[in-house]
């Protein structure tokens, strides 16, 4: 017979209790965009962190975009080896020239890094982690490499990276290369390196599709957060 308000535990049972949501803990909104223009994505992530006060919820914008080339803020458009009419912006970020396009996640994080009291190299850590446990999901290795920010699989890099602080909220983020056309790689100097391979799931023998990457992406990113 069923009681009410009475929950059976075995005695050796261990249930960790869950942590409560603290300053130390902000929220973190989730948003799909789907397929976005890169400058109309561009202009809404400065917008959102001009406009943004010490209430206002951090968010991380999950999306992909139409080909397109970007160039840092300090980018030689030099890396831009030959036109093949992808169009190129100019943007706010760090680093040099990278591609975007379909079959790709593009993971925006919009923080309050004071709030969080998160230091941007950190941040960097954590995406990088975030991308590396991807990977792992897998069975599949990641790796860093100091010097260049972004996520290796082997020799090829799989996850790209570049951030913006302004007012000490950040914005711009990672790139997650899934299953996508490679070959607008081979027209640039990718983040800026001569000859660098290129990689993603697809050729790496994950068969994931964008969405699913980018709801593991999200929740691996999320879980980071929530532990600093």
């Given at each position: 017979m069923k009681r009410e308000g009475f929950t059976a535990t075995l005695p050796d049972a261990r249930r960790a209790p869950r942590p409560a949501r603290g300053p130390n803990r902000p929220a973190l909104a989730v948003?799909?965009?789907?397929?976005?223009?890169?400058?109309?994505?561009?202009?809404?992530?400065?917008?959102?962190?001009?406009?943004?006060?010490?209430?206002?919820?951090?968010?991380?914008?999950?999306?992909?975009?139409?080909?397109?080339?970007?160039?840092?803020?300090?980018?030689?458009?030099?890396?831009l080896l030959r036109a093949n009419g992808i169009p190129i912006v100019r943007t706010d970020r760090g680093g040099q020239i990278t591609y975007h396009g379909p079959g790709q996640v593009v993971a925006y994080t919009l923080l309050d890094l004071r709030r969080r009291a998160l230091a941007v190299r950190r941040l960097v850590w954590l995406?990088?982690?975030?991308?590396?446990?991807?990977?792992?999901?897998?069975?599949?290795?990641?790796?860093?490499?100091?010097?260049?920010?972004?996520?290796?699989?082997?020799?090829?890099?799989?996850?790209?990276?570049?951030?913006?602080?302004?007012?000490?909220c950040c914005y711009h983020g990672l790139a997650f290369n899934v299953d996508m056309d490679l070959a607008p790689f081979c027209d640039i100097n990718p983040c800026g390196y001569a000859g660098l391979a290129v990689t993603q799931l697809r050729d790496l023998g994950a068969p994931a599709g964008v969405r699913a990457a980018a709801g593991a992406l999200a929740a691996h990113l999320a879980r980071l957060l929530a532990a600093e």
């Open positions: 948003r799909h965009r789907g397929l976005t223009l890169y400058e109309q994505a561009y202009d809404e992530m400065r917008r959102f962190t001009a406009e943004r006060t010490a209430a206002t919820p951090d968010e991380l914008w999950l999306l992909e975009h139409p080909s397109v080339y970007t160039l840092g803020q300090a980018g030689d458009p030099q890396h995406l990088e982690q975030a991308a590396i446990e991807l990977l792992a999901d897998w069975g599949l290795a990641g790796e860093r490499r100091a010097g260049a920010p972004g996520v290796y699989a082997g020799a090829a890099k799989v996850a790209a990276l570049g951030l913006r602080v302004r007012s000490g």
